[in-house]
């Protein structure tokens, strides 16, 4: 608010009351009296509506500054004691704002202190500055500790903090040049550490009589190359197509379990006089005679069970 009373010309009339000459002519008084509303309007204006009737029933500008700062900044003990309570609570984020503006805030929190009553000694101001700074700064908190106590003052040690930040953001700039200076180069440089790591897992390094070219993936023109049959695509050969591969792998699984399951493997005979054992076949029971081309007839009827101590006639 102090500035825009400023940039209209009306601040005048906050810090001083003086009154128009009255040798002035009529366009200095026309003026004078233009420039003193619009000090009065810029307040109405550039306050929260809730507040507007703290100051409706005056038409002075300094009149409804006064009140406003003794609603808003009374200098009683309460405000005192938030003021303090909030300087010493001030720390340095160095993701939002520079170490100069962390100076600056906590020079405007000792001038309300101030205007409220009560100065804060300069040994805790420069303190305070020093108080609740990132890790890179110890080695310069460290030496402030270690001056005069007339050089121990917040001006000195806001000097010393901002030429240590410019070299601290020197000194960044330096370790990520590698990362800033050339984004093409660093990238090309990143994807053929990420080839060489992925070829050492493989074991693809191990083998000596292994051919630098020999695992290399191998880019054809757009449109040419060699073609699939059974996928009707291009890029490689029906041979190595892993879905071919797939599908006639399911198609044996699929016969053999049908073959198992239908009655030619475990058909029912109406002959019980006649029982054959393969051994060799999928299903190793079998009754069905028919079913074999090649048979023999069984010399011993005796077959030992799994425990080779009892026998079962066959």
Request: aromatic residues 12%; charged residues 35%.
């Amino acid at each position: 608010m102090k500035v825009v009373l400023m940039d209209r010309g009306c601040w005048s009339f906050i810090i001083e009351d003086k009154p128009c000459p009255e040798q002035a002519t009529e366009k200095e008084k026309f003026e004078y009296d233009w420039r003193k509303q619009r000090c009065y309007t810029t307040i109405y204006q550039g306050i929260e509506r809730k507040f507007l009737p703290l100051i409706r029933h005056t038409t002075d500008g300094k009149e409804a500054w006064n009140i406003l700062k003794t609603n808003f900044e009374p200098t009683s003990r309460a405000r005192l004691a938030v003021l303090i309570d909030e300087f010493f609570e001030f720390k340095f984020n160095p993701v939002e704002e520079t170490i100069g503006i962390f100076c600056k805030r906590v020079d405007e929190k000792k001038t309300q202190v101030k205007e409220a009553g009560f100065e804060i000694p300069e040994l805790l101001i420069a303190l305070q500055l020093i108080r609740r700074l990132p890790a890179e700064y110890d080695h310069l908190v460290q030496t402030l500790y270690r001056l005069k106590d007339e050089e121990f003052n917040h001006r000195e040690v806001e000097k010393q903090l901002v030429n240590e930040a410019r070299r601290i953001q020197l000194k960044q700039k330096d370790l990520n040049l590698d990362y800033t200076e050339n984004a093409y180069t660093v990238g090309s440089f990143r994807l053929q550490e990420t080839s060489k790591k992925s070829s050492e897992r493989s074991g693809a390094v191990l083998d000596p009589s292994r051919n630098p070219g020999q695992y290399r993936k191998i880019h054809y023109p757009k449109g040419m190359g060699p073609s699939c049959d059974f996928r009707s695509r291009k890029g490689h050969d029906a041979s190595k197509c892993y879905k071919k591969r797939n599908k006639e792998k399911k198609q044996s699984f699929v016969s053999e379990t049908s073959f198992c399951g239908s009655n030619q493997a475990f058909g029912v005979s109406t002959d019980w006089n006649h029982f054959l054992i393969d051994t060799a076949a999928t299903s190793h029971f079998c009754y069905e005679r028919d079913r074999f081309k090649n048979f023999k007839e069984l010399k011993m009827t005796n077959a030992l069970l799994a425990d080779k101590k009892s026998t079962c006639e066959v």
